[in-house]
């Protein structure tokens, strides 16, 4: 009868296992690489259409071909812009100390930010609710040290409903 009024302290242990349970794997992100000819501050002129298998059952072909065609009609629009700009600045740049290279580092800049607003609306109005999270970054290249810009594919965990608070 004594231990009928005891309290016993719960073991944190198995509350910690039991949390670690709960929790989904997440898969890892998908990288889509620059497919095009040319490159300018390590971004592609344009990124590859085909869908990856790891994506199935979480989008529609459609839907990723057309993120993936916003994506490229911005780098269309800008990219030879910047390819000229180069090309004269570069022309220049022993008259000028470097400086002639500086338009160019701008309108770069200017291309990610579009493609960063293309994402971040694709994002918004799409993909969050599918569970996923698109982003330009840096990575380094497979065969040398140096960096490119990908799309990054990241999988949004799930928040467990079921899981008190």
Not at 15 to 37: C, H, K, M, Q, Y
Not at 131 to 144: E, F, P, V
Request: charged share 25%.
């Amino acid at each position: 009868m004594a231990d009928f009024d005891a309290i016993y302290e719960e073991d944190e242990e198995e509350e910690r296992v039991l949390d670690d349970t709960l929790f989904s794997v997440i898969p890892e992100p998908v990288v889509i690489r620059g497919a095009g000819n040319m490159t300018v501050f390590g971004l592609s002129n344009r990124f590859e259409q085909e869908f990856p298998c790891s994506l199935s059952a979480k989008v529609a072909p459609e839907e990723f071909k057309a993120t993936i065609f916003r994506i490229n009609s911005v780098l269309k629009k800008t990219l030879p812009v910047n390819v000229k700009w180069l090309f004269c600045g570069c022309m220049c740049c022993c008259c000028t100390l470097g400086c002639s290279l500086w338009p160019v580092v701008c309108l770069s800049k200017r291309t990610k930010h579009s493609i960063e607003k293309v994402l971040e609306w694709e994002n918004s109005h799409l993909y969050h609710k599918l569970g996923l999270h698109w982003r330009l970054t840096k990575q380094r290249c497979d065969s040398s040290s140096m960096m490119e810009y990908v799309l990054l594919i990241e999988f949004i965990p799930k928040i467990p409903i079921h899981r008190p608070d």
